[in-house]
């Protein structure tokens, strides 16, 4: 047994695939201390990190810090500006940087989307608390060298709940499939009504399942993030307090506690295949104006498996707020969460989940993870 790492036998690597693992083996950073013993008595045994899918053969309980030792990595951009020190990932560490201002904020987004290389695109995510991977300090000091070492958490949810996506999508895609034929009853033409159908059966749609289903609170195998500064500034300065007696209906208000600062993550996705911007993709002919498009949401669709924690690879920078931004100026929350009467997805979800009586079990639970955003303190 290795301490936060899981045996994956020769079985399991048939479906690599399934597991979302490393298409390679035991990589480790050239900052690292790792034992030189090329003597494997156990070559054939396998061990996989749970967060990232990284295989390793068992020589890797006699190392220390094998995604790199975070004062030996040599200083990258930003790094000057970590004035709260370094988070980790594999084969990365992430500046941490203090902010106090929006004005700050936006010069700091900007700095770091003009130095992205080509092809890549920066994505935010805000958030009023950050979290960290259950990890021992055995297994810090494995993967980066320190027991303290600090990992960003960004697994999804519905590795968060136990929820096996796979089994669930099936019957989710056909239901989002009959809103939307419903939402577009009475005003369909007929090359309205063909463009319809060749999105159902376009790969694009699979993924934009996924996406819908993250964006109204379902669980999914992926983040929902947005290119918006401001959005993501707003979900990292606000809380939504569930109703008691209401399920799925949560009331905001700005944060007010402090306890804990707000992080926003700036990350740098490589291609457009890791992620899915809702504008872009989606047919502006059949729907329009609804929750992810008001949010100019990006679905990160990575983490799944034994990989669960993909998305916070993409991190290059965590921007921390400890009291309100003085000169931010919020969205309003009708605009980013319109009502059942403006966005047809959520009249939908909102009608079946209170009354879905034909439906089979299984899609009733998903659906009762639905949520809605009341601004005054009464459901909506």
């Avoid at 990190?49 to 390793?56: E, I, M, R, T």
């Avoid at 991190?315 to 309003?332: E, G, K, M, N, W």
Wanted: charged share 20%.
């Amino acid at each position: 047994m290795i301490d936060g790492f899981v045996r994956v036998g020769a079985e399991q690597l048939d479906h690599g695939a399934l597991l979302n693992l490393s298409a390679y083996r035991n990589e480790y950073s050239p900052h690292s201390h790792v034992d030189e013993a090329t003597n494997d008595p156990m070559e054939g045994e396998l061990w996989a990190d749970p967060y990232y899918g990284q295989l390793y053969s068992r020589w890797v309980e006699r190392a220390r810090g094998v995604y790199g030792i975070t004062d030996l990595m040599p200083s990258m951009s930003y790094d000057a500006a970590a004035d709260l020190g370094f988070l980790r990932g594999p084969f990365v560490r992430i500046p941490r940087v203090a902010m106090s201002s929006f004005a700050e904020v936006e010069a700091f987004v900007e700095t770091v989307r003009h130095g992205l290389s080509k092809g890549r695109s920066l994505l935010l995510r805000g958030q009023p608390k950050e979290y960290y991977l259950n990890r021992s300090p055995a297994a810090r000091s494995l993967l980066y060298g320190e027991e303290n070492a600090l990992e960003p958490s960004l697994t999804p949810s519905a590795f968060r709940r136990g929820l096996d996506v796979n089994a669930i999508m099936p019957a989710w895609g056909g239901f989002l499939q009959w809103i939307i034929d419903m939402a577009l009853s009475g005003r369909t033409t007929r090359d309205l009504d063909l463009l319809s159908q060749s999105w159902f059966t376009d790969y694009q749609f699979s993924r934009f399942a996924l996406g819908m289903a993250q964006h109204y609170g379902l669980p999914s195998s992926g983040l929902d993030v947005t290119d918006d500064l401001h959005t993501a500034l707003f979900f990292a300065l606000s809380e939504f307090k569930p109703f008691a007696e209401e399920s799925g209906r949560s009331a905001y208000a700005r944060k007010a506690g402090w306890d804990h600062p707000s992080v926003l993550y700036l990350l740098a996705l490589p291609s457009a295949a890791h992620t899915m911007n809702f504008n872009a993709t989606v047919p502006k002919d059949l729907f329009h104006d609804c929750r992810p498009q008001r949010q100019h949401a990006h679905f990160l669709h990575r983490g799944w498996g034994l990989n669960a924690n993909d998305c916070a690879r993409w991190i290059v920078a965590a921007l921390y707020v400890d009291a309100p931004l003085r000169d931010f100026d919020f969205p309003t929350v009708s605009n980013l969460f319109p009502g059942r009467a403006e966005d047809p997805f959520a009249d939908g979800l909102a009608a079946w989940r209170d009354d879905a009586g034909l439906l089979p079990k299984s899609l009733k639970n998903y659906l009762g993870h639905y949520y809605s955003v009341s601004t005054d303190g009464v459901a909506g």
